[in-house]
């Protein structure tokens, strides 16, 4: 196999025995002798989707834990009102995806409408797929952009472990905690921390929001109430910000008590990213159910 490749977007791909390809590449291309596999699948839009498997360089070594800068350390509160909110005071907005969703219901109720298994129906299916692809390509650019940022910007990340977080408290949310795809994000920030040589310590998640970040007394505080104000010392600040600096508090202690106990740490891959064992080199493997 072999491809050229000027710009980075759009690349022509030659498939041994099969022939040349047009493809859209989401990220950098290799050089065509570092591709050790290419995996083709077929998405339910139809469309094809090319992987190339490379080997990756050892990962950087992380920084040893005793000589980071707390300047270099950030606790991270998955938010409601913000997607992120961080210790430092920024303050990530959520993706405004109404549009995109209302599409996708819209196409929805044409689907139902539609005979099953009709012509006119297996066009409408397709459309409904490529209105939730849409979606999922704008939460994974935005979390890509925000994973790859912390992992440059900092040497630690402590976040929450979401394994214990409960579900949120309101119903609405379970809709806002599929939107953000917290955990997806959490996967990528492991993963991308690995590339970059960043620390991420996964911290106990209960009693974050109702601590006080100055002097630790819990208050308890509905959702809707936005401003941490401690009765104990009279400390006030945003409920999200009080929060992130409980757990990058939370992160440093755990890294200061007990080094084994925080790493290694949890290695989760996103589920899309090709596995690196199989490498038999240059074998096309053919993935997907055609006419699907
Ligand atoms: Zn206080």
Redesign the pocket.
Known sequence: MDHNTDGERFVRLRLEKVGWFNIRANRPVPDADEIDEVILKKEPTGEWYVSLVVEVDEAPEKPALSEIEPTDCVGVDLGITSYIHTSDNLAVGTLGLSDEYERLRREQRNLSRKQHGSNNWEQQRQRVAKANRKIKRKVQDFQHKLTTWLVTEYDLVAVEDLDVKPMLETSQNAKNKQDAAWSRFLELLEYKANLHGTHVVSVEPAGTTKE?A????ATDKPLWVREHS?P????TQDRDLNAAKNILSRGLKQVGEGRSEVTPMQTALPASSPQREAVDAKRVVELGSLGT
């Not at 100055?214 to 007394?217: D, L, P």
């Not at 104990?232 to 400390?235: E, L, T």
Request: charged fraction near 0%; proline fraction near 0%; include cysteine.
């Open positions: 006080c100055s002097c630790g007394v401690c104990a010392c009279g400390h």
